[in-house]
């Protein structure tokens, strides 16, 4: 997973405040909207279904959902928003995917390469990290919530492709169109996923430490709180105390 989901799961636990809360409901609405395009139908819309699960997931009312998912589908007026991925490095050389809904294109790109900028990073090319990622079902799941002879037994029957030991979690990983049943297998077996999303996961990663470490938590974390900003992907390595010190910080 390593570094990333780790410390998105980590910071996600910490992050229990209000404005917090604000700011997630913002990025999930954002997400229903996109993902309406494709159809208002829950049932016919892996994407939507997602979005919503995950919406409810933080306790959203069912009315913004609805009026998100109306918008989304122009049943509703709302604003105009387009979604990109920009491609950029981070410190030490790490592949960075930023994936972006926005109403103003040409503000985001400048703002974008200024926060990258600013720690360390640049903006790439399209194409240029892009290959090194795939797309796949992440799940993340606490240690205590079951052992790993458990966790083969459901997640492997279901369509999984790996379970992986990451410290204090156990990380499943996905084909796309197996990560329903997965997650669904897992809640059938009582298990709360910390984490779960289809994401662009990295095809292998790049160890930080230290002052390298630090600049690109900083990096992360600047881009997440953008407002247009709905998920970072970035293929570092970072050991788990090193982003639990920078989360307490």
């Known amino acids: ?21 604000g700011k997630i409901f913002t990025k999930i609405i954002r997400e229903i909207m996109i993902a309406a395009r494709g159809g208002a ?8 279904r997602s979005a919503i ?33 920009f491609e950029g490095y981070g410190p030490g050389g790490v592949g960075m995917l930023v994936q972006v809904v926005t109403s103003n294109r040409n503000r985001i790109v400048s703002e974008i390469r200024h926060l990258m900028g600013k720690h360390g990073g640049n903006m790439a090319e399209n ?17 205590e919530a079951a ?29 796309p169109e197996a990560f329903e049943k997965v997650r669904e297998a897992l809640a059938a077996a009582g298990i709360n996923p910390a984490s779960a999303e289809v994401a662009w996961v990295p095809q ?10 630090q600049q690109m938590l900083k990096m992360v974390e600047a881009l997440e709180e953008h407002d247009d900003v709905q998920h970072v992907y970035a293929n570092f390595d970072i050991d788990e105390k090193e982003i639990q010190a920078a989360v307490a910080g």
């Open 204 to 213: 292998n990663y790049i160890k930080l430490t230290g002052a390298q470490a």
């Open 53 to 85: 699960l995950a919406a409810k997931n933080e306790n959203m009312p069912n009315d913004n959902i609805e009026r998100a998912v109306l918008r989304g589908s122009g049943q509703m007026e709302g604003e105009t928003l387009d979604e990109v991925t």
């Open 1 to 21: 997973m390593s570094g990333h989901s780790k410390w998105a799961t980590i910071k996600h636990k910490k992050a229990a405040t209000d404005a917090r809360r």
């Open 127 to 143: 194409g240029a990290v892009g290959w090194m990622f795939h797309r796949k079902g992440d799940i993340t799941i606490p240690k």
């Open 147 to 175: 052992d790993e002879e458990k966790m083969m037994g459901i997640v492997l029957d279901a369509g999984a492709e790996d379970l992986k030991d990451d410290g204090s979690f156990w990380e499943v990983v996905t084909p």
């Open 41 to 48: 139908d829950p049932n016919t819309n892996p994407r939507l």
